[in-house]
């Protein structure tokens, strides 16, 4: 059973930037894709971005592509998501999550390990 424990949201304004990082324990973490998604209110939960176990292939959503940048760090147990150029349209609670096997375009519900989720809220 894995555990992810996300941080790092806050308020930020227009333009500027924000690290996230989900911490990861309770499994062998170089054994799992790992991957951010984010809800807004009254929308569904989207793909922001994902990584492969090894850190060589990353996916990343239409919205964020060039301003987004995923990373992980096995040794420590940790997947990043550092966030600039944030946009009003940014705002969401953001989750963190894990999966066996091929993370690219995996529909969500395949995605078995979530955090609990940190609030991102970017001020125009």
């Known amino acids: 059973q894995v555990q992810l424990v996300e941080s790092g949201g806050r308020l930020v304004q227009a333009g500027g930037s924000l690290s996230l990082s989900c911490a990861a324990s309770?499994?062998?973490?170089?054994?799992?894709?790992m991957g951010w998604f984010r809800q807004a209110p009254g929308k569904e939960r989207e793909a922001v971005a994902t990584?492969?176990?090894?850190?060589?292939?990353?996916f990343y959503g239409d919205s964020v592509k060039g301003r987004f940048t995923i990373s992980r760090v096995n040794a420590k147990n940790t997947v990043y998501l550092q966030m600039n150029s944030l946009k009003p349209e940014d705002t969401a609670v953001y989750y963190c999550?894990?999966?066996?096997?091929?993370?690219?375009?995996?529909?969500?519900?395949?995605?078995?390990?979530w955090g609990q989720g940190t609030q991102v809220t970017v001020s125009s």
């Open positions: 309770g499994g062998t973490f170089s054994t799992y894709a």
């Open positions: 999550a894990a999966k066996k096997g091929n993370p690219v375009l995996a529909p969500i519900p395949s995605w078995a390990y």
């Open positions: 990584i492969t176990l090894s850190g060589l292939t990353t």
